[in-house]
């Protein structure tokens, strides 16, 4: 069982920044990667970025230059750095991990957190 508990989403001004953090807890040594997403009010859930246990990491071409995420395995936390923020960037973020186990992917989601860009 892994849990994720997201934070760090608040109303901001367009071209502010923001880092969004995700802890994990749980049995993390099994996870193979772990990511961002985002829904904003009636669309689908979209990719944002994804960093894996190798530390590799990709972003989507909508946040490439923008937004990197990265991690700390000292606190089981994954970070998502948000610059230059945009209107369009308003949405619910959640956090993912992943595991691969004999060709299946199981997913775990945080419970979100919401980031709002308005002046």
């Known amino acids: 069982q892994v849990r994720l508990v997201e934070s760090g989403g608040r109303m901001v001004q367009p071209g502010g920044s923001l880092r969004l953090s995700c802890a994990a807890s749980g049995s993390i040594s099994s996870i193979n990667g772990m990511g961002w997403y985002r829904q904003a009010p009636g669309r689908q859930r979209d990719f944002i970025a994804h960093i894996s246990s190798g530390g590799g990491t990709n972003h989507a071409d909508s946040v490439k230059g923008r937004f990197t995420i990265s991690r700390d395995n000292a606190k089981n936390t994954v970070y998502l750095q948000m610059n230059s923020l945009k209107p369009e960037d308003t949405a619910v973020y959640y956090c993912?991990?992943?595991?691969?186990?004999?060709?299946?992917?199981?997913?775990?989601w945080g419970q979100g957190t919401q980031v709002t860009v308005s002046s």
């Open positions: 993912n991990a992943y595991f691969l186990r004999f060709g299946t992917r199981t997913d775990v």
